[in-house]
């Protein structure tokens, strides 16, 4: 990781990418990438892997131009999906999960990232975040087995990536000084929360979840 991911990528999309590259494995066959038309972190590019991206921007050049919510495929015809910070661009989510179900394979599996405590973006319609008690439910409510609810950084991630949110939006040579004053702190307490048990309150903040559901 260089100087410059350091200062200005987020925690959580370093743990983002982090979760997605360990579950690299769990996608295979025939993919399906639900909302990977933006480029994001470090995880390849779903045009990369050869994987059918679906996404509601044209300027995105995905496969296929749909909805989420209501997938342009024929049952069982994909066998694992993707879909990663999509969930808060939906209204009714539990309806894209459902979809997801329809479209997979039997023993198919499907691999989310869904925000919680991050910044809204007032540019799209950002209007939803998901606890890990919606997607048990949402899990058994479609029929799915849940395989992992991971959170994604407790407390001190939350409250590291607000600050360093905060900063970037200083004038930009007090940006420079927060930056190089403050990344130290955020760095050591981004360690102890993934290194160090924490208190059971710190657990009640995240910035948000890895998922994977399977089928029945």
Known sequence: MNIKEILFTTLR???????????????????????????????????????????????LKPTIIGDAQVLPFINNSFDSVKCSELTGYLFEPLKMV????????????????????????????????????WWVWAARRSGFTVEKIKPQGFMMTVLADAEKYWIGRWWWPLRIFGYLIMVPVYELLFWWEQHVPVPDYFKRFTTGFLVILKMN
């Open 13 to 59: 999309r370093r743990l983002v990418d982090d979760d997605l590259f360990a579950c690299r494995h769990l996608l295979t066959g025939r993919v399906l990438d639900l909302g990977g038309g933006r480029t994001r972190g470090q995880f390849p590019h779903g045009r990369e892997l050869n994987w059918t991206v679906l996404d509601t921007d044209f300027n």
């Open 98 to 133: 459902a979809e997801v179900k329809r479209v997979l394979k039997p023993d198919g599996i499907a691999v989310f990232t869904s925000p919680f405590l991050t910044p809204f973006d007032f540019n799209q319609h950002d209007s939803i975040r998901l606890t890990s008690a």
